[in-house]
């Protein structure tokens, strides 16, 4: 049996890779370091699944699992070694840790085999393959590195944190929505292309990267950041209040032209894809919490995330980011008044951009949000932003 390496068995290793790699008959050895989670996959070889839509859902097991201890070098070198593919889905503040056993894993493999290592790297990070080669380069020769293939993807599927309560009566059970597909760059691989269902080889792939951080993660964070601004807990509320679903899609609608110009893609596929996402958004089963959507206001407002990115995108594009910088200045707001400084030093500190339209745009809006106004107040500026770039 083929055999897979997911490092991370949270969330998206649990609940996304996992099915995939289980359903196209890989058997499946996750590296992570919770000694219960690791421990009940090896008692149990399988975990539950359960596939959530409003009103509904579809348990499913996921079989042929087995973990090991990431703490335990020796045994995670080993299994990353002799895998026929590997995937990690760590999050991006933790990868630095997995490289340890990462270049261990590969030194070993190259040394017995010199077999090509490709690693799907699941995590909402832009350039995240530059990260991980910086972090390599200094652990392995050449030669290593040449034979490694560092694989982007974008992962669509939305999988909210367990549930704490679910968690006490079975610490495997994952909570996922239906979407299952997983495009990944196809020129990134070494040897050959992988075929495995639902991952889907893409050339060229910076489109998909950037609709992916700057269309679906946009539009998230702005929910969770208007959500949280309104006293909501959940994402689904946050999109069903008719004055936020305005200007969410007001602002992926901007991103939406800029992508369809940027890369010349239709545009009408873009919007059919932003209504189809803000659909899913409103899955009530998910249980998806803008607090978490919303957290680490520093990484998602930073200059080349899901806000400020697709802001500079929307303007390299000769568009006008008023409802973008709506969302960034929400969690401006919201980061301001639990750190303190002003609005303007902080801004500068996260995003690193120290003029410009978008910076004109979030620090107005600042304003209204800073004020305590209602969100009719806030379509209201950024519509008069918009009058005044266009006149």
Known sequence: MKQAVIIGAGNIG????????????????????????????????????????????TRLTIKNVRAVNGNDREAAQRVIADCDICV?????????FIIPNL??????RYAETKRPFNL????????????????????????????????ETSVGRMVPIPDPELAKIDPLLVRA?????????RDAFK???????????VSPFRFVIERKLYLHNMGHATCAYLGMYKGY????????????????????????????????????????????????????????????????????????????????????????????????AAALAKYTAENGGTAADVFTELTDVTDGEYRAYVLALYEVFAAGAALTDVIAAADALLYEANR
């Open 233 to 328: 807990e959940y994402i689904s509320e946050a999109i069903a209040d008719p004055e936020i679903r305005v200007i969410v899609r007001e602002a992926m609608t901007e991103s939406a032209v800029a992508l369809a110009k940027r890369f010349n893609m239709p545009f009408d596929e873009l919007i059919e894809h932003t209504n189809d996402l803000i659909r899913r958004f409103g899955n009530t089963s998910l249980g998806d919490t803008c607090a978490r959507v919303g957290a680490d206001i520093p990484r998602k407002l930073a200059k080349s995330d899901r806000l400020t990115g697709g802001s500079l995108s929307v303007t390299e594009a000769g568009g006008h980011p008023a409802y973008i910088a709506a969302g960034a």
């Open 191 to 201: 040897g050959d292309v992988p075929e495995i269902r639902n991952v889907i080889p």
């Open 177 to 185: 929505e239906e979407y299952a597909v997983l495009p990944c760059d």
């Open 120 to 151: 799907l790297i699941c995590e909402n990070l832009m350039d995240a393959d530059v990260y991980i080669r910086s972090l390599l380069e200094p652990e392995l020769t050449a030669d290593e590195l040449a034979s490694v293939g560092l694989v």
């Open 103 to 108: 270049a261990g894993g590969i030194k070993l």
């Open 14 to 57: 649990r609940g996304f890779i996992g099915q995939i790699m289980s359903e196209a008959g890989y058997e499946t050895c996750f590296v992570d370091v919770s000694e219960k989670i690791v421990g009940e996959l090896n008692a149990r070889h399988e975990y539950p699944l359960e596939i959530v839509r409003t009103g509904a859902s």
């Open 88 to 96: 990690t889905c760590v999050g991006a503040k933790a990868i630095r």
